[in-house]
Structure formats: structure tokens, C-alpha cells
């Protein structure tokens, strides 16, 4: 199965770190993929992690991948009243280059 | 990054009439569209993927009728959604990824989404 799975919602002070994690069943994923999705917008592409990576770090981002477990974080440093949004993660099994998204974790940040 | 524009932004339609959304790749070509959809607060689901030149895939349960795809240009996909019904009222997402450029494999880029609402 392609099942992803996110818990809903997670909320945090501005300032302090965000983690967002996500499970996923298909083990054959080449890449991991992190979006947002701010209220009736499209989606914006965060940052990627190739399956052979434990780690990535972009600026205020870190995503940590745990192949074993099928465990996938992302790690929002000094998070920002702007993080507020909806974050997918979604996995690549690189068959048909289609991505299956989780259930998305709305982020809310408050002062 | 790359640039996927989707049109319109919000259409409202009457029952039974058929509505056509656009999504366009802006600085690239891209050979494979997907188009997927979003109700309230829940993730996307792939509807189908769109392939220039050729007929779309359409994921199980989707009706082909319904939603009628054609990519008739590596820039350019539509989807027209037939005789829409209240329930066919959705956010509505495409996405394109750079079939020629180093990111074909990694990068799928979004528009913006169309939300549709029939009454």
C-alpha cells in the first residue's frame, strides 16, 4: 500500500522549533518531498530528500528520513508566524513519477 | 523555481453545465501533467496524469467521462469537468514536473489551484 500518514495539527510558539513527521508504507520511494500549503492556494514545494540520505538541511529547514522505521521529519528552526500553513509530505516511488501525498499537519503558530 | 499557472482561480457553474480549467508550465516543457484533487482539509488526491500526446491515466475510481483531459502541447493541459454536479465541488490542483531539465526527477511543480463550486 501507499499509505502516508500526518498527525493533523501542531501548534507552536514563534521562536521555538516546529517538527512535523510523517510515516509511509511504500518502501521502494526513491525521493521524500515536504510541501505547504497556505489557505487557497496551491502547493510550494519546501525541500526533498533523495531515499539513500538521512539528512538535509536548507536554511531554517532540516528533514531527517529514518529508512528502517519509514519515519520522515521536518525540522522548522525559529519558526516564523508566516510557517503557518498546511504541510504534505508525499513520497515518489519513481515507477510512474507520481507522488501520493500524507493527510497534511496544519501548522499554527501563535505569539 | 518553475512556474505552473492554473486559470481560472474560482469559477462558480450551474448544475449541468461543464467547466474547462487550464494549467500551463510558464518557463519549462513539460511532458507530464497530474492533476489532483482537494476537499476540505483533507490531502490531495491524484485524479489522473496527463501525458502530451497521448491519452491520461486516470486513477481508480475516477471517472474518464467526467473529467475529460487533454494535453495537447508540452505546455498546456485541461481539464473539463462535464455536466458538473454540487459534488464535483472541489479544489481542484495540477501539477507539472520539467520533463526535459535536470528536475524531471525530483521536482514536480504546483499552479495555484482552481476552486470550484457548482450550485
Known amino acids: 500500500g501507499e499509505d502516508v500518514e500526518q498527525s493533523l495539527f501542531l501548534s507552536v510558539r514563534e521562536g521555538d522549533s516546529s517538527v512535523i513527521n510523517c510515516t509511509y508504507t511504500?518502501?521502494?520511494?526513491?525521493?521524500l518531498y515536504w510541501y505547504k500549503q497556505e489557505p487557497g492556494a496551491g502547493l510550494q514545494l519546501l525541500t526533498y530528500i533523495f531515499s539513500n540520505m538521512d539528512m538535509k538541511q536548507d536554511q531554517r529547514l532540516t528533514v531527517l528520513l529514518n529508512k528502517k522505521d519509514k519515519h520522515l521529519s521536518l525540522r522548522i528552526a525559529d519558526t516564523q508566524t508566516g510557517d503557518s500553513a498546511i504541510y504534505f509530505c508525499a513520497e515518489n516511488t519513481g515507477t510512474a513519477s507520481k507522488l501520493t501525498f500524507g493527510t497534511g499537519t496544519r501548522l499554527q503558530v501563535t505569539l | 523555481g518553475a512556474v505552473v499557472s492554473q486559470h481560472p482561480s474560482w469559477v462558480i457553474c450551474k448544475s449541468g453545465t461543464s467547466v474547462k480549467i487550464e494549467c500551463r508550465s510558464l518557463d519549462f516543457q513539460a511532458t507530464t501533467m497530474f492533476w489532483y484533487r482537494q476537499f476540505p482539509k483533507q490531502s490531495l488526491m491524484l485524479m489522473a496524469t496527463?501525458?502530451?500526446?497521448?491519452?491520461?491515466?486516470?486513477e481508480q475510481g475516477v471517472e474518464k467521462d467526467k473529467f475529460l483531459i487533454n494535453h495537447a502541447s508540452l505546455t498546456l493541459s485541461t481539464l473539463t469537468v462535464t455536466s458538473a454536479h454540487p459534488e464535483d465541488s472541489s479544489f481542484y490542483i495540477c501539477?507539472?514536473?520539467?520533463?526535459?531539465?535536470?528536475?524531471?526527477?525530483?521536482?514536480?511543480?504546483f499552479g495555484q489551484g482552481t476552486r470550484l463550486t457548482v450550485v
Open positions: 501539477s507539472a514536473r520539467d520533463g526535459i531539465g535536470a528536475r524531471s526527477n525530483t521536482e514536480a511543480f
Open positions: 496527463s501525458n502530451e500526446g497521448s491519452k491520461a491515466t486516470y
Open positions: 511504500d518502501s521502494s520511494s526513491t525521493y
